[in-house]
């Protein structure tokens, strides 16, 4: 997975867009509820689905226990509480935290919270509520946490990522994190008895049990009301800090006015007015000279190869091989098989590491895997990736090997687009611990080696070509019939 460095950029753009789409044309004002739903063409119930499908495949809506929309108890109504759209959010606001954990781009992911908050038109949370002071702690809650995503944005465009800036956000996203949890944690307990099996309803307990700090104890309305008096400080001393100079007097302008008219602000309108505002600074950085410097290096960025090689192995990083997590320090989850991976081919191929993080953040992580430095031949970064249209790609042809003998694994199918035929594109890892991709290509990537295949695009596209006939012809797992077709009854030609 690329980690890109500039607002505007990124190697998602594709995935991004068609998300975008998928939420544009079935989660619109006019599909949010089921009776709708009977009214989509066949395109948009297909997008539907699919998007449905990536939480979980066996979603049925029409079911009580599968449906979207709950109804939550107030004391004097039942109200619709749309359990989807709120497991979304949490995820979307939880990745701009995560990035920010890991050292890397968080500006995607608070670019992709912000979308979804407007195109999803996220449910104003104090109808559930009929004590006022609630309405208000509620409604206070969710105006922090949309400054804290929008600030994210903020601090790209305007250049202010120093250390100092990146961590004061940090801890204001940790607070506005906590009070989402615990503002769902408060929901779950308004629902109606009929969905307590309901799956989404499971899996947003199943969340706020495993991301609630262990040490947050209490009620729920208490702990929000206690964060949102931290957060009023914190957004306050960052917008004296960061923004305090007469370019940035709008932003300090507008979210100090929103601080100062707290109990009566609305929700809706300063969405409204950041959201025009981050439009605007985005317009002033595109139509900037300045607004995005990266050079791209000429290449070749490897020495000569070592004669015991004669085949190149370029692996990605991020939800590639590892996935990082910690709060405080660089600790990456490892796929599983990594390690066999790496040992298993180093005496097939040379190995190279290209991700587009920082040289120092994946220099930390690789001396973990490859602690005697045996298994990884070559480390690229960042500084070795090149921006087209504003976006980090990996321009194989730069590294001064034969592309008849270079293979790159990607999670990313962008990032290698200028030589798709070169890759091999593998699902995103985050912790699953029953993965079985890279102990299933190793027996493919030694064949290729074995046999001598002259050019390795010949072969891999073959591979695509025989998975996609198994699956045409009902097979359901092609991946491993092409495994024992590679390895076993059938051999693999050029």
Avoid at 46 to 65: A, M
Avoid at 435 to 460: G, M, S
Wanted: hydrophobic share 35%; net charge neutral.
């Amino acid at each position: 997975m690329i980690r890109p460095s500039h607002p505007i950029s990124t190697v998602k753009n594709n995935k991004y867009n068609r998300d975008k789409e998928i939420f544009k044309n079935t989660y619109n004002g006019s599909l949010k509820n089921e009776k709708n739903e009977q009214n989509l063409t066949e395109e948009q119930q297909q997008l539907l689905t699919e998007f449905r499908n990536k939480i979980n495949p066996e979603n049925n809506p029409f079911n009580v226990n599968n449906t979207i929309n709950i109804m939550a108890m107030t004391q004097d109504n039942r109200i619709p509480l749309n359990v989807e759209d709120l497991l979304i959010q949490e995820d979307k606001l939880f990745k701009i935290l995560d990035n920010i954990r890991i050292k890397v781009n968080f500006n995607f992911s608070a670019e992709e919270y912000l979308e979804f908050s407007h195109i999803n038109s996220i449910q104003n949370f104090d109808v559930f509520y009929s004590d006022p002071k609630m309405k208000s702690v509620i409604t206070i809650a969710q105006i922090f946490e949309y400054i804290s995503a929008i600030l994210g944005v903020f601090l790209y465009l305007k250049n202010i990522l120093t250390v100092q800036s990146v961590d004061h956000l940090r801890n204001i996203l940790y607070y506005t994190h906590i009070n989402l949890l615990m503002t769902i944690s408060s929901l779950l307990k308004k629902i109606s008895k009929e969905y307590e099996n309901n799956i989404w309803v499971i899996k947003l307990r199943d969340i706020v049990n495993k991301k609630k700090s262990k040490f947050i104890n209490g009620d729920e309305n208490f702990v929000i009301e206690q964060n949102n008096n931290i957060l009023f400080n914190s957004i306050g001393n960052f917008i004296l800090t960061f923004f305090n100079n007469k370019n940035d007097f709008q932003i300090f302008s507008i979210i100090n006015d929103i601080l100062c008219n707290l109990s009566t602000c609305n929700l809706d309108n300063v969405k409204n007015n950041l959201s025009n505002l981050k439009n605007m600074m985005i317009y002033a950085s595109e139509n900037s000279n300045n607004s995005f410097v990266h050079i791209n290096l000429p290449g070749p960025f490897l020495p000569k190869i070592d004669k015991k090689y004669e085949y190149t192995l370029v692996l990605d990083l991020d939800e590639t091989i590892i996935h990082c997590l910690d709060q405080q320090e660089i600790t990456p989850l490892i796929r599983p098989g990594t390690e066999e991976f790496l040992r298993e081919l180093s005496p097939y191929y040379e190995i190279v590491i290209f991700t587009a993080s920082v040289r120092e953040y994946a220099d930390e992580i690789l001396d973990m895997i490859d602690k005697e430095k045996k298994w990884i031949q070559h480390r690229l970064y960042r500084e070795h990736t090149t921006v087209l249209k504003r976006t980090y790609l990996k321009d194989l042809n730069k590294l001064g090997r034969d592309l008849n003998k270079v293979i790159i694994i990607d999670n990313a199918c962008d990032n290698f687009q200028l030589q798709t035929d070169n890759g091999i594109f593998i699902n995103t890892w985050i912790d699953d611990k029953k993965d079985k991709v890279l102990f299933n290509l190793i027996p493919i990537l030694k064949e290729i080696v074995v046999k001598k295949i002259k050019d390795v695009r010949k072969a891999l596209r073959k591979i695509r070509d025989t998975m996609i006939r198994f699956y045409v012809n009902g097979d359901n797992q092609p991946f491993n019939t092409v495994l024992k077709y590679i390895t076993g009854e059938k051999k693999l030609t050029e």
